[in-house]
């Protein structure tokens, strides 16, 4: 068991380095495949040869089984859960425990969801982060909980929280000019990928109230809190906010696949959002320039150069870099 400042150095040590220890972290599941030649892990059947339509996907919700409790001596004296130690001694501005739902199963397009909370995935995940750089800084020798969660991608042996992860790109048809946009994620606002870039906007998939399972509809209020700075969306009627109408019609949304990080499990599901740009100036004309997470890059080109950049050059998450060199590939399909 560690003492406080034990703790809070491997924390910080975490904090500094998490896209180096996600790079060298990929190399612990040799036999798990990458998606697109990054760190992303994956599944072979969750990733498809050419995009899908948002709309092909069909969803399930079930009752969640129970899973082993993942007992971990990561933790100071005093504490009983990782999530329950990262609020009292490294808390980021943007972290409370709301429901989720939390992936089951994903077979032939269908994908089936329980219950679960957004702290299920600190305490597996972030804790298997922390017990990774504690290995690095020589405080333990031995990965004992990553070994216990086994392979990451298999739902049935961890709580599987998923955040739907979009890149979004503006097209001008009319000269051909597409441009995209990024987020570099403030450490000491958000729980997760601190330091690092990320597609926008990103969310973790979860209700705002009501009957609101929908990845789509999770997707709207990401768009309009980390795009135009809004209030954080705990219910809508989608059908009568003029915002959410709107976006529906104009963008043309895709999957491409579907990852795990190697440092931290967390599971992101990867689309793309292409918005034709006088329909995408009229919708996102006040677009931030910062949100509560961190700050938002924006009209990125759509090159080869910039694709290269940030997937192999930058500290991008490795979401973010395989959804980016996915989106690559199949530019064609996606923009025309």
Not at 78 to 89: I, R, T
Not at 186 to 207: E, I, N, T, W
Not at 221 to 245: C, Q
């Amino acid at each position: 068991m560690p003492t406080l400042d034990q703790w809070l150095e491997v924390r910080a040590h975490l904090l500094r380095h998490r896209h180096a220890l996600a790079v060298k972290a990929a190399g612990e599941n040799p036999d798990v495949p990458k998606v697109a030649g990054t760190p992303l892990l994956t599944s072979p059947h969750w990733t498809p040869a050419a995009p899908v339509p948002l709309a092909d996907l069909s969803l399930e919700l079930r009752p969640s089984p129970e899973l082993p409790v993942l007992a971990s001596d990561l933790l100071p004296d005093g504490f009983s859960s990782y999530s329950e130690a990262m609020a009292a001694l490294a808390a980021p501005t943007v972290f409370s425990n709301r429901e989720t739902y939390r992936l089951l199963g994903f077979t032939d397009r269908h994908l089936t969801f329980g219950l679960g909370s957004y702290f299920d995935g600190i305490d597996v995940g972030e804790a298997c982060a922390h017990e990774y750089a504690a290995r690095e800084l020589g405080h333990t020798g031995a990965l004992t909980l990553r070994a216990r969660v086994g392979n990451p991608c298999d739902p049935s042996r961890r709580p599987t929280n998923i955040a739907i992860s979009t890149l979004t790109i503006r097209h001008d048809p009319a000269t051909g000019d597409a441009t995209f946009f990024l987020h570099w994620r403030d450490p000491k606002r958000v729980g997760h990928a601190g330091g690092m870039y990320q597609v926008l906007p990103v969310g973790v998939f979860q209700s705002a109230g009501g009957d609101d399972f929908s990845l789509w509809h999770s997707m709207i209020r990401e768009f309009a809190e980390e795009l135009l700075g809004a209030a954080e969306v705990h219910a809508a009627d989608y059908e009568t906010w003029p915002f959410a109408r709107e976006l529906t019609s104009a963008a043309r949304v895709s999957y491409l696949g579907m990852g795990v990080d190697p440092l931290t499990f967390a599971t992101d599901m990867l689309t793309v959002a292409v918005i034709e740009a006088e329909r995408f100036d009229s919708l996102f004309g006040d677009l931030v320039s910062h949100n509560d997470e961190g700050l938002v890059l924006e009209g990125l080109p759509f090159t080869e150069a910039n694709i290269e950049r940030f997937v192999h050059h930058e500290p991008t998450q490795a979401a973010g870099a395989a959804l980016l060199s996915l989106a690559w590939e199949h530019r064609e399909a996606l923009i025309g």
